[in-house]
Structure formats: C-alpha cells, structure tokens
C-alpha cells in the first residue's frame, strides 16, 4: 500500500496536464440511457435500411454502439452511412447526459486539480458536443476548454489509436512525459502507451481493473479519493 501510494504521488507530481478519458471517469455517461439499448438501436436502424449483412453476429450481438459504429466505417469509410451512424450515436448520447451519473469525487478532483495550477485536457472517444454539455452542466467547462478533443466522423482516429491524446499534447505545447492521462479502459491505456503517456487505471469494480491490469497497466485506483487527497497533499 506504501508504495502504491507514492507511486501515485509521483505520478501527480510530475505531471503539468492530466488528460482525462470522459465516460468513467468523470461520469458514467449511460447510467440513466442503457449503451446496450442504443447500440440496439444502431443495429436496428443498419437493418431498417436494408443494411443487416454489414454487421456480423458477433457486432449485432456487441452491446456496445461503439463496435456497431467502427464495423460499419471499417467497410464503408468515410461514408455518408457512417456520418450518419455516428449522429445518430452523438443524439443518443446528448440524451444520456441529461441523466449521467457523476463519478465519485470527480467534480472536487477536476476543479482541485485546475486550481492548484494543472492544466486539464479530455481525450475520449465520445462526442465533444456531448462532453461540452455534461460539463457545462456541472459548472466545469472553465475547467477543461478549449481543450476538449473526441469523437469526429474519422472514426480510425478513435481510441486505441492516439490521435485524441496527441491532439491534446500539440495543442497545449506539453511534452508526453509531462503528462497524465486517466482512463478506465484497455483502449485509453494503449492510446496512452502508444503516445508516451503516463497512464492511471480507474478500476471501478474487480472487471474493470482486471482488464486494464491485462492489457499491462500497473498504476490503478479503485476510487478517485486517493487521488483527491494526493493532488491536495501536493498542493
């Protein structure tokens, strides 16, 4: 426990912008508008166009919009089909921010943070449009603008490849060794590796930080309370 605890004080510490993943970490997007209702939806509009065959059993079957939308620009890219598969998952999630469900300790983390003089980026493979609206809602748009970088219809730019993060660090002038990112996914921990990042796992429950120890992270927190209390020991 000693240890972890200073290896997350020294994450901290060397750290002048934290990047931040969007969708759990800083809330749980579908908490109130189920992701597997929407990819359900994604599936059953492709069909409704007379589009099943572009999916195979196991993406219909996926639960998860984000599978739907990469199967479907994988064999159309760059396609009228997907810029509007990829509106329709952006007006699904604009309506999910409506009832997403903040992240414990979050919001105290992300305006300490800011405070004590770090500069916050979010790198996510959601809509911009919809993180804007989340945050601007949780009085934490000051927080994070300009520098909020997602999802746009290039979809080969999504999560694990590094553009998002790489957008973030040219844009703020910042070495990949100076920065944080925070994510609770394999996709973010690669994205990060693959950019040079530091990375720090939120393990919410024992699956999530199992997966994230399996694609190799080392440095996971189960509650962003420790991190609170670090960034304000530091301060």
């Not at 890219?77 to 903040?102: I, K, N, W, Y």
């Not at 100076?178 to 990375?199: E, H, K, V």
Request: hydrophobic share 45%; net charge negative; glycine share 8%.
């Amino acid at each position: 426990m000693a240890a972890e605890a200073e290896n997350l004080r020294n994450l901290i510490a060397e750290a002048r912008v934290v990047l931040w993943d969007f969708d759990g970490p800083i809330c749980r997007l579908f908490a109130g508008h189920s992701a597997e209702d929407v990819a359900d939806g994604l599936v059953e509009w492709l069909e409704g166009q007379g589009l099943r065959g572009l999916l195979s059993d196991d993406e219909r079957a996926s639960l998860d919009p984000h599978v739907v939308l990469r199967a479907v620009d994988r064999r159309h890219p760059g396609s009228d089909l997907v810029a509007e598969l990829e509106e329709r998952l952006t007006q699904e999630e604009l309506r999910a921010a409506s009832t997403a469900m903040p992240t414990a300790h979050a919001d105290p983390l992300i305006q300490t943070w800011k405070a004590v003089g770090s500069r916050l980026a979010i790198a996510t493979n959601n809509s911009p449009r919809v993180v804007r609206k989340y945050l601007a809602g949780r009085g934490l748009i000051s927080c994070f603008a300009p520098h909020i970088y997602g999802r746009t219809q290039e979809l080969q730019h999504l999560k694990p490849d590094p553009h998002c993060l790489n957008q973030a660090l040219r844009a703020m002038g910042v070495a990949a060794s100076a920065a944080l990112m925070i994510g609770d996914t394999p996709s973010d921990f690669i994205a990060a590796r693959t950019a040079g990042i530091p990375f720090l796992g939120y393990g919410r429950n024992p699956r999530k930080e199992k997966l994230l120890r399996e694609a190799g992270a080392t440095s996971i927190v189960a509650s962003l309370a420790p991190v609170l209390t670090a960034v304000r020991d530091q301060a």
